[in-house]
């Protein structure tokens, strides 16, 4: 088929099947946006593929943590430090046990942690869940973990999603 063919006009009818239709619709948009070809335009950031998400047109891969924090805990370790590295927390689910308690996320470098998030009350037998947010919702210093402190109260089970960026 022609370079020029119009998939919206064709007269020769090279868009009959659905799969042509797809692909003439991506190459047409591919070629409004200034791409060449849809294979090597470069994914934008919070692009997401079942293995992560993209930064800076590189893939950056999701890793989790998990922790049981007892309460009344300053700067529990939850993510260990990685040289040079942001840590992204795009995801958190915290289910305390049946005593109300409150949680912070900390930027955690060697000393005492800094505060990276609100202070989350959490009700007896509840908790928190910040779904999936490309943008994060919280990011720790260069070179630095992730901690958490609980207040009084009881138990709490954390789980994170994240990237190092």
């Known amino acids: 088929m022609p370079d020029s063919c119009d998939p919206c006009i064709c007269p020769d009818q090279h868009y009959r099947d659905s799969m042509s239709w797809r692909k003439a619709m991506i190459t047409l948009l591919c070629r409004i946006a200034g791409y060449t070809s849809p294979s090597v335009a470069t994914p934008q950031n919070g692009a997401q593929s079942a293995d992560g998400i993209y930064y800076n047109g590189v893939l950056k891969p999701f890793k989790r943590a998990f922790a049981n924090v007892a309460a009344s805990q300053t700067d529990s370790p939850l993510v260990t430090a990685v040289?040079?590295?942001?840590?992204?927390?795009?995801?958190?689910?915290?289910?305390?046990?049946?005593?109300?308690?409150?949680l912070t996320f900390n930027s955690k470098p060697v000393g005492a942690g800094t505060a990276?998030?609100?202070?989350?009350?959490?009700?007896?037998?509840?908790?928190?869940?910040?779904?999936?947010?490309?943008?994060?919702?919280?990011?720790?210093?260069?070179?630095?973990?992730?901690?958490?402190?609980?207040?009084?109260?009881?138990?709490?089970?954390?789980?994170?999603?994240y990237v190092e960026l």
């Open 83 to 102: 040289a040079a590295k942001e840590l992204l927390i795009l995801a958190v689910a915290a289910i305390c046990g049946d005593t109300p308690t409150t």
């Open 116 to 161: 990276i998030s609100p202070l989350l009350y959490n009700d007896a037998a509840g908790g928190e869940v910040l779904p999936h947010n490309p943008a994060g919702w919280m990011k720790t210093n260069s070179g630095e973990g992730v901690s958490v402190t609980t207040g009084a109260g009881s138990s709490t089970g954390i789980i994170v999603t």
